[in-house]
């Protein structure tokens, strides 16, 4: 037992700096990062949109692309909303998903162990029966939704990366409030 207490600790293990990059990327996605309207679209600014200069185009990109991030990915929700609202047919298909979600859930809640829920005369459990409807979602995504999925994350990545490479906001070059340090311009 002393040999445990006195043993030297492990290195960091890649899962571990993998665990801070998603935490860090959590901070950038918080809702308290959400920029207001007047300062995403530089309403009053006498130039809230220009062409940058080749040697600060990268800087500006990299910073508005990190002050940005949370605005960015309601471009994205937004995008995605009124693209499914566009194609009817995959709203159904949509609904019919969440239909089959809310019947297992029913299934799962009125089920006991006297009266289990059997397929082909099989007793199937909860955690199959999930992992059947997880399948089936995204089998009817990919092929009923595919070209709208690919349309919702080409467009919303063009919009925010013309954005972000257009916008002459004026950013901070100190840390800013997440912790990452400016890089110098140019």
Same mark, same amino acid.
């Given at each position: 037992m002393a040999d445990k207490d006195n043993a030297i600790a492990p290195p960091l293990a890649p899962m571990n700096s993998m /665990?801070?990059?998603?935490?860090?990327?959590?901070?950038?996605m918080n809702l308290r990062n959400l920029r207001g309207v007047v300062i995403?679209?530089?309403? #009053?600014? $006498?130039?809230?949109?220009?062409?940058?200069?080749?040697?600060? /185009?990268l800087t500006r990109l990299r910073k508005n692309m990190m002050y940005f991030a949370t605005n960015y990915m @309601?471009?994205?929700?937004?995008?995605?909303? @009124?693209?499914?609202?566009?194609?009817?047919?995959? @709203?159904?298909?949509?609904?019919?998903i969440a239909a089959g979600w809310y019947y297992v859930a029913q299934i799962t809640a009125s089920e006991t162990e006297e009266n $289990?829920?059997?397929?082909? #005369?099989? $007793?199937?459990?909860a955690s199959q029966r999930n992992v059947g409807m997880l399948a089936i979602t995204g089998i009817l995504v990919v092929y009923f939704g595919g070209s709208v999925l690919f349309s919702i994350f080409s467009v919303s990545t063009f919009l925010s990366i013309a954005h972000s490479f257009l916008r002459n906001s004026n950013i901070p070059d100190e840390d800013d409030d997440l912790g990452f340090a400016a890089s110098p311009e140019p």
């Open positions: /665990a801070m990059m998603k935490a860090k990327m959590k901070d950038v995403f679209f530089g309403l #009053g600014e $006498p130039k809230p949109f220009e062409m940058p200069a080749k040697d600060v /185009a @309601l471009v994205v929700a937004c995008v995605g909303f @009124l693209s499914i609202l566009m194609n009817p047919f995959f @709203l159904f298909i949509l609904m019919c $289990p829920f059997k397929i082909a #005369g099989r $007793p199937v459990n």
